[in-house]
């Protein structure tokens, strides 16, 4: 078991990419079995993952959750920032831009108004649970458009580590609620076509929930919803620090 474990630690990231591919199957068998499809498999695997990091984190007292288990380091490789956007940036490969050009101004329109509008409503809810400062505002309400902008808007701005954690709290929790939600919601909204999807990931904007929500709709969406969800992600890491913030600290003060 030692020569096993050693072995393990020194070949890290192929380890994590069997560990989460066999946490990722359990997940969908779960998904299957247990929900009959209902709740999709990537929602179970990101609760699933978020305890992992939770018992991780309380083992050895780290900050890197379940990365902080030597056996387990090459999590954090592999969930690191650089994967991250080569998966986001794969993604986009399967998207055919005939049908981006159909999307139009219903597009445009959905990505800036899921912007601010996410932004407004995480704003007044951290106002309305006594962080009433700008930057404070700016940086839940960031994380209110997605966990990527919040980090990024609240280090930008000097947040402290409590309001970055918030944020990036709000973003995960959007991030499963799109996920699980959207296969329930998507005939009344006529989500079935490459338009609306591209529309959808405009207003919503996270990136994980919408490309899981999709999946769980039609796997042919995904592509589609997730562009745009990503460039929300970009636009908000660019308007946040600057014309949102300008805009909170002319309002509140």
């Known amino acids: ?32 079995r247990f929900t009959n499809g209902r709740i999709h498999g990537s929602a179970i695997a990101i609760l699933a993952g978020l305890a992992l990091a939770w018992v991780g984190g309380t083992l050895t007292g780290g900050s890197k959750g379940l990365a902080d288990i030597p056996l387990f380091a090459g999590i954090g490789l592999m969930g690191g ?5 080569f998966a986001i940036v794969a993604t986009a490969f399967g998207v055919d831009f005939s049908e981006i ?18 932004f407004a409503v995480g704003a007044l809810v951290a106002y309305g649970f006594g962080y009433t400062d700008p930057v404070s505002m700016t940086t839940i309400g960031a994380g209110a458009a997605t966990y990527i902008v919040g980090p990024v808007t609240g280090t930008a701005l000097g947040a402290s580590s409590e309001v970055i954690a918030l944020s990036v709290a709000a973003g995960l929790v959007k991030s499963v609620l799109v996920m699980i939600g959207t296969p329930f919601v998507a005939r009344s909204i006529g989500l079935d076509n490459a338009r609306t999807a591209m529309v959808f990931g405009g207003l919503m904007g996270t990136t994980s929930g919408v490309a899981g929500g999709l999946a769980a ?3 042919r969406l995904v592509p589609y919803g997730a562009m745009t969800a990503t460039f929300y992600t970009g636009l ?13 600290r002319a309002i509140a003060g």
């Open 236 to 248: 908000g890491c660019l308007l946040g620090p600057s014309l949102i913030f300008f805009a909170i």
């Open 101 to 118: 050009r159909r999307a139009g101004l219903s597009g445009v329109v959905s990505l800036f108004a899921g912007v601010f509008v996410s």
């Open 1 to 32: 078991m030692t020569d096993l474990s050693e072995l393990l630690i020194k070949n890290g990231l192929l380890f994590a990419f069997s560990f989460v591919g066999l946490t990722m199957w359990l997940c969908y068998w779960v998904s299957k």
């Open 217 to 219: 709709t039609d796997p």
């Open 81 to 85: 920032a650089m994967l991250r956007d």
